[in-house]
């Protein structure tokens, strides 16, 4: 049953890497109406010691028992997961914050399935900026989007799309444009990556209209986006410099737009679109 007002909300966390072991721990300190109740993580038995040592340890238990025993699942675990945590929450009418944004293009029907159960799909800003103004604009008329992302080459290689194009990173000296195209296609390429570019094309003009250009550049040490968008009401650009996590792939500002996330479900003030 969903919480009441005055009940907590029960919340699950799938995947303990960089961002999952954050995200626990921020709720094990205590989110206001919010209650950890259940995690799921690839290996059990690597995490059970930290777990356990929680304030109020939550259970340890498979993926496909998440839903059942949350309301809100949080999704941190690779891309190729996203479906078997995600369908049965939305299925149930209830909530899934979803972080590999980039499987929801391959698995489009999960947004019918939650709006044929009550259930919603929430995309963090993670280690983006300005989804707010972009999400604004977009009820108005977009003219373009644009993102520029800069990894340092330890966050790029190994992308499906280096694999099989066969473009070797490591050692450059100078920075390499590696990818342009649509979001759609840098997702598809950089599974691991670009989560942020199909973040910006929801929120705005959608996948195929979005244009994406990929830099590996060993003259910078942070993850950098910039985006720049054309509107009616508005043309801005932002720029993001995010300093890696322990996976050199994602920002360390990811795990806090999680919790910032989270926190705004039940907060007394909420600030932002």
């Known amino acids: 049953m969903m919480a009441d007002s005055k ?20 709720l094990d300190q205590g989110i206001e109406g919010l209650t950890l109740v259940a995690v799921s993580a690839n290996s059990p038995d690597k995490h059970r010691g930290w777990i356990e040592g929680l304030k109020s340890a939550p259970k340890l238990v498979p993926i496909e028992q998440l839903a059942e025993v949350a309301d809100i699942v949080v999704e941190c675990a690779p891309s190729k997961l996203v479906r078997s945590i995600v369908a049965p929450v939305v299925g149930r009418g209830k909530t899934a914050v979803v972080l590999s944004v980039g499987a929801l293009l391959h698995n489009e029907d999960l947004v019918d399935l939650a709006k044929a159960h ?43 799309h280096l694999v099989e194009n066969n473009i070797r990173i490591e050692g450059i000296t100078e920075p390499l444009r590696i990818f342009e195209g649509s979001a759609r296609d840098a997702a598809k390429g950089f599974p691991a990556n670009l989560n942020v570019a199909v973040a910006l094309s929801l929120a705005g003009i959608g ?11 060993s003259t910078v040490t942070r993850n950098t986006h910039r985006i720049e968008v054309d509107s009616d009401s508005a043309r801005f650009s932002m720029v993001i410099e995010n300093i890696p996590s322990d996976n050199p792939k994602t920002g360390r500002i990811t795990a806090l737009s999680v919790i910032a996330c989270l926190r705004k479900l039940r907060a007394s003030l909420r600030i932002g679109t």
Do not use: C, F, N
């Not at 799938?14 to 626990?24: E, H």
């Open 7 to 26: 009940t907590k909300m029960r919340v699950a966390v799938a995947g303990l890497g960089a961002i999952g072991t954050d995200v626990v721990k921020a």
């Open 118 to 160: 009550g259930g919603q799909i929430i995309v963090p800003t993670g280690a983006l900026i300005g989804l707010d103004a972009v999400t604004a604009a977009a009820v108005g008329t977009i003219h373009s989007a644009r993102l520029v992302t800069r990894k340092p080459v330890a966050g790029l290689v190994g992308a499906p």
């Open 207 to 217: 996948p195929d209209r979005t244009r994406v250009e990929i830099w590996a550049d």
